[in-house]
C-alpha cells in the first residue's frame, strides 16, 4: 500500500506541479548596468564637459522583467530605466531621469496577435518603417500604440499599427501609422517568391508644425512653401529564391514634407531604390548591392536630427568591419543623395582556406558635381579624360584570407583601401586637404591551448596620405595621421577573459595632436551562469562609431567603464 502511494507522489505530484506552472506561465527577465567614471584627459580632447569638470560618472540601467502564459497565449512586460548623469544619448550633455521605459501585453489568437504598450517591427528591410533598439548608440525608437499581426491565409502576413513613437522616457506628439502586406509562394521545390508592399502615414502635431511655420516666416518670399502636416511612404518588395541565387528588391517613395537642405527647409518629394543579388555553393559565392537615395529623410518632425525621431533604416552597402583600425572609417548613410554599389566574393581554394574580397563605392550629388567640373577641367580638344576625376564620397578595397588547418588555431590576414571624404561625412576638415586615404594591412591570431585555454592577438597598422601645408610647406598626414594597433587577449572558458590593448598614434597630423600619443586599454570580464561582469581602462579616440549600419559621432573619451549583465 505505501508502495502505490510513493509511486503516486512520485509521478503524479510533478505533473501537478507541471500543470499548474502552466496555468500560471512562468516569469525572466535580466539587467543591465553600464557606469562610467571619467578620468580628465584635456590632451586627447577628454575634457572641458561637466562630466569631467563636475560629474565624474554616469550610469545607463535597464531592467526588465517578462510574463508568458503558453495556455492562455498571453504575453506582458515592463522594462525599468535609470539614466544618472548619462552621456549616452548626446555626449557631453547629462542626462537625468529614471521611469518606465517599456511595457507591453500580447496576446495571441489562431490568426491574430495583439500587441499594446511598446512595440518594435520593421516593414521589408526597415526602408519604409523600423522601430529598435541599439543601446550602445542610445537608440531606442519603440511605437507606443496598438501593434496587429494576422495570418487570414498561409501565404499571407498583415501587418498593422497605430501609436507615437518613444523619445527616452518622454513621447514625440507627431502620429504614425502603418500597414504591411507580405505573401509566400513557393512555385517549385527550388523557387519561392515573397512580395511585400508597406505604407506609412506620419501626422505632425501643432507644435511641430508651428515650428515649420515661423521658420518659414523668415525666408524671403520666393523661398516659402505651404506645409503639409501628413506625409505618406509607400513601398515595396520582393525576395526571389531560384536554386542557388537569392535577389532582393525594393523601392520606396514619399510625399512632399518640409524637410532640412543644409540650413534651410525645403518642400521635397524623395525616394529610395535598393537591391541586392546573392549566389552561393559549396566553395563560392557572391552578393552584389546596389542603393540610390534622393531626398528620404523620415522623422517624426523636421525638428529632430541626427539619430532622433528617426522612423525608418537605409540599409548600407558598404562593410561593417569589426577590427578596430578597418573599422574608423564608415560610410554613413546619406539621406538626402547618395547613390552606390558593393561586390563581395567568398572563395575556398581549399580546404581550410577561405578568400574573402570586397569592393564599395557611394558618391552624392555634390560630389558628383566636383567630378563633372573636374573632368571638365581636364578636356583637351573637346576629349575629355575619364577616370583621373573619380572622387567618390567613400570607396573601399577589403581583402582578406581566413586559414585554419589545425582544430586548435586559425588567423586572418587582409588589406584595407580606404577613400573617405572627410568634410563630407564630419562636416569638418583638419588641414587643407578633406580626402582621406587610409592603408591598413591587418593580421589576427586565435590558438586554443586546450579545451577551456585560448589565445587571441590582433596587429594592425593604418598609414594614411599626405598633404602640403600652404603656410609652412611642410608634409602632414590627413586626420590624425598613422596608426598601430596590437591587441593580446587570455580567456580561460567559460569563467573569464583578460586583454591588454594599445593603439598608437605616430606622425600624428599637428592639426589634431602635436605629438605620438597611446591609447591604452584594459579589459577583464568575469562570467558566472548568465551573469557577466565587466571592467575596464579606456583611452578612446573621438570618431565615427557604426553599429549594424547606423552611425553617430563619438566624442574622446578617457576612463573607467564597468559593466553587468544578468538574466533570470
Known amino acids: 500500500m505505501h508502495y502505490w502511494i510513493l509511486l503516486v507522489i512520485a509521478y503524479g505530484v510533478p505533473g501537478i506541479l507541471v500543470a499548474q506552472e502552466q496555468e500560471a506561465g512562468n516569469f525572466f527577465g535580466g539587467i543591465q548596468l553600464n557606469t562610467d567614471f571619467y578620468i580628465r584627459d584635456s590632451f586627447i580632447g577628454a575634457a572641458g564637459t561637466p562630466h569631467y569638470d563636475n560629474l565624474k560618472s554616469s550610469t545607463d540601467s535597464w531592467l526588465n522583467l517578462n510574463y508568458v502564459n503558453h495556455r492562455y497565449q498571453l504575453d506582458a512586460g515592463f522594462r525599468l530605466d535609470i539614466h544618472n548623469n548619462s552621456n549616452l544619448h548626446h555626449p557631453g550633455v547629462p542626462y537625468s531621469k529614471i521611469g518606465i521605459g517599456n511595457f507591453y501585453v500580447r496576446k495571441r489568437m489562431k490568426y491574430l496577435q495583439i500587441t499594446g504598450g511598446y512595440f518594435y517591427d520593421q516593414f521589408g528591410s526597415g526602408i519604409v518603417f523600423r522601430a529598435y533598439e541599439d543601446r550602445s548608440l542610445g537608440i531606442d525608437n519603440a511605437i507606443l500604440g496598438i501593434h496587429l499581426v494576422t495570418e487570414p491565409l498561409k501565404q499571407m502576413k498583415l501587418k498593422a499599427f497605430t501609436g507615437v513613437q518613444k523619445n527616452r522616457l518622454a513621447l514625440f506628439k507627431p502620429i504614425v501609422t502603418g500597414i504591411n502586406t507580405e505573401l509566400n509562394f513557393q512555385l517549385s521545390s527550388k523557387v519561392s517568391i515573397m512580395p511585400g508592399f508597406s505604407v506609412l502615414n506620419r501626422v505632425l502635431d501643432e507644435a511641430s508644425m508651428q515650428f515649420i511655420v515661423s521658420t518659414l516666416e523668415t525666408y524671403d518670399p520666393a523661398s516659402r512653401f505651404i506645409p503639409r502636416y501628413n506625409v505618406y511612404v509607400c513601398g515595396g518588395y520582393l525576395t526571389l529564391n531560384a536554386g542557388n541565387f537569392t535577389w532582393y528588391a525594393e523601392g520606396a517613395g514619399k510625399t512632399r514634407e518640409a524637410i532640412y537642405l543644409g540650413d534651410s527647409l525645403v518642400n521635397r518629394s524623395g525616394h529610395v531604390l535598393y537591391s541586392t543579388l546573392e549566389f552561393s555553393v559549396p566553395r563560392f559565392g557572391f552578393a552584389l548591392q546596389f542603393k540610390q537615395v534622393k531626398n528620404f529623410p523620415l522623422r517624426t518632425s523636421p525638428k529632430e536630427t541626427l539619430l532622433e525621431g528617426v522612423l525608418n533604416f537605409i540599409p548600407p552597402i558598404t562593410r561593417q568591419n569589426a577590427l578596430r583600425l578597418p573599422a574608423r572609417y564608415n560610410a554613413v548613410v546619406q539621406e538626402l543623395s547618395e547613390a552606390g554599389y558593393s561586390v563581395d566574393l567568398h572563395y575556398t581554394p581549399a580546404k581550410g582556406f577561405i578568400l574573402n574580397l570586397s569592393y564599395a563605392e557611394t558618391s552624392n550629388e555634390a560630389v558628383l558635381a566636383e567630378q563633372d ?152 570580464s568575469f562570467t558566472y551562469q548568465s551573469h557577466v561582469l565587466t571592467l575596464a581602462y579606456v583611452r578612446q579616440v573621438a570618431g565615427i562609431v557604426c553599429t549594424g549600419g547606423v552611425c553617430r559621432y563619438e566624442p574622446a573619451f578617457n576612463g573607467i567603464r564597468l559593466t553587468f549583465n544578468s538574466t533570470f
Not at 576638415?429 to 579545451?451: C, L, M, Q, W
Open 373 to 524: 567640373n573636374a573632368i571638365a577641367a581636364l578636356s583637351v580638344r573637346g576629349k575629355k579624360r575619364w577616370g583621373i576625376a573619380r572622387n567618390p564620397l567613400f570607396r573601399e578595397v577589403f581583402a582578406e584570407l581566413n586559414v585554419k588547418k589545425k582544430k586548435n588555431w586559425q588567423s586572418n590576414l587582409g588589406f584595407q583601401f580606404v577613400q573617405y571624404h572627410q568634410e563630407a561625412y564630419e562636416g569638418e576638415k583638419y588641414g587643407e586637404y578633406t580626402r582621406v586615404y587610409a592603408y591598413t594591412p591587418f593580421a589576427d591570431f586565435n590558438y586554443r591551448i586546450s579545451r577551456k585555454h585560448a589565445l587571441k592577438a590582433e596587429l594592425q597598422i593604418q598609414i594614411t596620405n599626405t598633404y602640403q601645408d600652404p603656410a609652412s610647406g611642410a608634409e602632414y598626414h590627413t586626420d590624425y595621421g598613422n596608426w598601430l594597433y596590437g591587441l593580446l587577449e587570455y580567456s580561460f572558458a567559460p569563467w573569464f577573459s583578460v586583454a591588454l590593448s594599445d593603439m598608437y598614434n605616430f606622425k600624428p597630423n599637428p592639426n589634431r595632436l602635436n605629438k605620438d600619443i597611446h591609447y591604452y586599454n584594459v579589459f577583464a
